[in-house]
């Protein structure tokens, strides 16, 4: 039915960019809330970035002012722009949607399968 396809993930050197796409494909009426989590070897996954359809954003605290979430509703696509990388960002990042598949049917949360992002010091 719904499929998250994430791509731009790789490996940076400390202090690098990178920019992570995720594509939303399908059968689809709506999409709310698009966003980023991260999850590091022997932790728990937690949130990164997340952007509302209307665009107001939230961003962890370790994450402000060198990632910038964004998304293109045309595409039902959401983007992270990551910069001044550091080591401890390191680990596998999913993308996530809240999504009506059809009108009256309930909000879903769907996730990526995940891309890697390791960032070398």
């Not at 992570?20 to 399908?26: H, M, P, V």
């Not at 596998?92 to 809240?98: D, G, H, P, S």
Request: aromatic content about 10%; proline content about 2%; hydrophobic content about 30%.
């Amino acid at each position: 039915q719904v499929q998250l396809v994430e791509s731009g993930g790789g490996l940076v050197q400390a202090g690098g960019s990178l920019r992570l796409s995720c594509t939303a494909s399908g059968t689809i009426f709506s999409i709310g809330a698009m966003g980023w989590y991260r999850q590091a070897p022997g932790k728990q996954r937690e949130l990164v970035a997340g952007i509302t359809s209307a665009g107001p954003t939230n961003y962890e605290d370790s994450v402000k002012g060198r990632f910038t979430i964004s998304r293109d509703n045309g595409k039902n696509t959401v983007y992270l722009q990551m910069s001044s990388l550091k080591p401890e960002d390191t680990g596998v990042y999913y993308c996530y949607a809240e999504i009506i598949y059809r009108y009256g049917s309930l909000l879903t949360h769907y996730w990526g399968q995940g891309t890697q992002v390791t960032v070398s010091s």
